[in-house]
């Protein structure tokens, strides 16, 4: 019998695999050991563990100094990241957010939440992820901002958006929770627009633990109202009761950091592992017309018109 007539497993035909994937193994001794000193530490000074601690501010600067700088905060998820980072840019209300048409729930939710409208742009073709031709299409006099999401681990072609965003006033926000350490001509996503957000849950290239999230800026004017919108409206410095805008806990804490700078430490390695299967992947994919892997070349130069197909993606958020 071919392969063109075989029965389906859930037809009742013979399974090609007997037995599961193997785990993902996220977490290693090396969390481990970080966790249980810090544990240590905490029983040994009586001290509580806490949001804004040395470990959180730690993995902040790590996290900055590995994008080239900028302000990075922890917060405690990525949609918790993408509420704050439109919230800080302080939209006018009414208004409209572009979106990008693949993406997660939590890449959209924040919009309504923050009594603006989701106006969805289609993907480019050949690719996941929205293009400027696609988002020039959904603009407005009512839009307030642009959302584009690095999907799979492949960079939007970010030049293109930047100038479309330049010509009408618009911030514009990278999610970059699919694509840690993606690059978009040399340069790491989450550097090229106003500000980028990031999911560090347990099933991305690396982790803070179970949930959390990043925002990163370079606008040192901006970090400061996303750590006010990120804190109950706390003005920075100011104690509890200088709470000077309406806006809710979404804090990070130290022992979600800890976890992170492991992490973090790491993602290089996670990469190189990950554009391995990627490439055997594809070989082993090679010639099927049903599926396929999506182009990518880790050392090309983009070439002119198609920027995003010569950049180099970490595979898969």
């Known amino acids: 019998m071919t392969p063109r007539t075989a029965r389906l497993a859930v037809d009742g035909g013979e399974p090609v695999r007997t037995r599961p994937f193997p785990p993902r193994r996220v977490f ?10 810090f544990f240590a530490r905490t029983i040994e000074t009586g001290d509580d563990f806490r949001y804004g601690g040395d470990e959180q501010r730690a993995y902040e600067a790590e996290f900055a100094r590995y994008h080239g700088g900028g302000h990075a905060l922890l917060v405690s998820s990525g949609t918790a990241a993408l509420y704050v980072a439109l919230g800080a840019l302080e939209p006018r ?28 742009a289609d993907t480019a073709p050949g690719s996941f992820n929205v293009g400027a031709p696609q988002i020039e299409r959904c603009l407005s006099e009512w839009t307030r901002a642009i959302v584009v999401a690095h999907i799979g681990g492949e960079p939007v072609a970010m030049e293109p ?6 010509r009408h006033g618009l911030p514009v926000v990278e999610d970059c929770s699919q694509a840690h350490g993606a690059e978009y001509r040399g340069r790491p996503v989450g550097t090229f627009g106003d500000v980028a957000v990031y999911s560090t ?10 949930q959390g999230g990043v925002v990163h800026t370079r606008d040192p004017a901006l970090y400061e109202r996303i750590r006010r919108f990120s804190d109950r409206g706390k003005a920075a410095g100011a104690d509890a009761v200088r709470n000077v805008q309406a806006a809710l806990n979404f804090n990070g ?10 992490q973090l430490a790491k993602l290089p ?9 990627v490439t055997r992947l594809r070989a082993g994919l090679h010639g099927l017309e049903a599926t396929g892997v999506p182009a990518w070349r880790p050392t090309a130069a983009p070439p002119t018109g ?4 010569g950049s180099t993606s970490p595979a898969w958020g």
Do not use: F, Q, W, Y
């Open 28 to 37: 290693g001794p090396e969390e481990r050991a970080a966790v249980d000193a």
């Open 201 to 210: 849950m347990t099933n991305k290239h690396h982790s803070t633990g179970g």
């Open 93 to 120: 209300r009414p208004g409209e957010v572009v979106v990008p048409a693949v993406t997660d729930a939590g890449g959209v939710m924040p919009v309504p939440l923050l009594g603006l409208v989701p106006v969805v």
């Open 161 to 166: 958006v930047l100038a479309l965003a330049r």
């Open 269 to 277: 390695g996670v990469l190189a592992a990950r554009r391995d299967l």
């Open 306 to 309: 198609s920027s995003a197909s």
């Open 253 to 262: 804490n130290d022992l979600a950091a800890v976890i992170g700078r492991v």
